[in-house]
Each structure stands twice: as structure tokens, then as C-alpha cells.
């Protein structure tokens, strides 16, 4: 079965420090792979997925299917960063989404 | 544009008591979740729904039911309440696909906190 690792349950960094999350995956198949954000008191979003190759307020992550990560990038983290951050995967996209655990992301001022 | 409306927002349920978790979307999406969260382990699958019904288990099913009569509408049934049900619970919905072909994005509701004691 499918399955997301997020190794870092708290990550703090400093205001204009660089920022990764790291994501891993176990899915011997090409999945779809997201990130998904929740900021405070705010709904679970959708924040960037790898099909789409696009950059969300500054975020990168790139699939890497040798190392079954997509781990989650920005060069210069902002306070309003500060959120819990989930990576998620789908077998196909007509398939469940599973989650991983969660990375709370802390920027210090 | 309410999206994903959940309720309640709160409830507080003894051992051995049953509810309903109510969850609708006005988006005419076929595909709807529930998961709940647990802090430090992220979200789990409970219950999932590619359309009107049709349901399948997620990773954690056990002590959970769920329906799916309409496409508006996905509500999560807890028939004995145990203290290990204490979450958060999400209900989700998207698109079969996107424009694309490739999965859409999902829609959160605000979540219903459970407590069980």
C-alpha cells in the first residue's frame, strides 16, 4: 500500500532563511504528488502539486522519483509561512488521496 | 459559494453513544473524504466516495459508517462512541478530474472536533 512520510514533525527557521520540508513516499507506481497547507483557524488547502510545475507564494518542491521524495522548497521563508504543512499522494488521479503526518512550520521573526 | 459545510462544530459524546457527522458540498462533486487528524499523525482516510452510492474504506474504517444517497451529501456515523474516536474530523470533495486529467485539488470543510469521554 501506498504510503507519505514527513520526518519532521516541527521545523523552525528564521525569517528569510531558506525552508525545506521533507516528504517521502513508497508507492512503486507514477503517483500524483501535493502539498496542502493549513494556516491558523484556516480550512486545509491545496498548495502546489507536482503535475502542474508551478511556484505557490514562493514554494517549490520537484518530484524525484529515485529518491521517492518531493520535498518542499523556498529560498527565503516569510512569518505568514508558519503553518502545518501536509504532503499528500494519489496512485492516479482517479484514486484516494493519502496524507502524511504533518510538518508544523515555525518562521521566527 | 459555501463550499464544504460541516456539523457540528463541536460535540461531546459519552462511551457508548452514537451521532451523525453531517457533511455537504454544493459543488456537484462526485469524489468526498473523510479523514480525521490526529495530532502527529496527519490526516487518516476514513471513508471515501467516488459518487452516489458508492463507498470504500480508507486506512481507519473501524467504527465508522457512512452513506452516500446524494451527491450533495456524505455524513459519517459513529454507532459506539470509544474514547479512541476523540479527533477532528474533515470531510473533503473534489472533481472526478480535473480539466487536465489530473486529480483535483480537494475542498476542506472547517472540521467537527469530537471529544468522547
Redesign the interface.
Known amino acids: 500500500a501506498q504510503r507519505v512520510t ?1 520526518p519532521e ?1 516541527l521545523l523552525s527557521v528564521f525569517k528569510g532563511a531558506p525552508v525545506e520540508l521533507k516528504c517521502n513516499y513508497s508507492y512503486s507506481g507514477s503517483p ?1 504528488l ?1 502539498w ?1 497547507v493549513q494556516y491558523s483557524r484556516q ?4 498548495l502546489l ?1 507536482h ?2 510545475r508551478e511556484s505557490i507564494k514562493g514554494f517549490t518542491a520537484d518530484l524525484n522519483k529515485g529518491e521517492t521524495s518531493f520535498h518542499l522548497k523556498k529560498p527565503f521563508a516569510q512569518e505568514e509561512d508558519s503553518a502545518m504543512y ?1 504532503c499528500a499522494l ?1 496512485k ?11 510538518t508544523s512550520l515555525s518562521v521566527i521573526p | 459559494n459555501a463550499g464544504v459545510t460541516q456539523t457540528p462544530k463541536f460535540r461531546i459524546l459519552k462511551i457508548g453513544q452514537s451521532m451523525t457527522l453531517q457533511c455537504t458540498q454544493d459543488m456537484n462533486h462526485n469524489y468526498m473524504y473523510w479523514y480525521r487528524q490526529d495530532p502527529g499523525m496527519g490526516l487518516k482516510l476514513i471513508y471515501y466516495s467516488v459518487g452516489a452510492g458508492i463507498t470504500d474504506k480508507g486506512e481507519v474504517p473501524n467504527g465508522y459508517n457512512v452513506s452516500r444517497s446524494t451527491t450533495e451529501d456524505f455524513p459519517l456515523r459513529l454507532e459506539l462512541a470509544a474514547p479512541s474516536q476523540t479527533s477532528v474530523y474533515f470531510c473533503a470533495s473534489s472533481a472526478a478530474t480535473g480539466t487536465q486529467g489530473y486529480n483535483s485539488p480537494l475542498h476542506f470543510g472547517n472540521g467537527t472536533r469530537l471529544t468522547v469521554t
Open positions: 514527513q514533525k500524483e501535493f496542502y480550512r486545509l488547502q491545496l502539486r503535475i502542474s501536509y494519489s492516479t488521479s482517479y484514486d484516494k488521496v493519502i496524507f502524511g503526518p504533518g
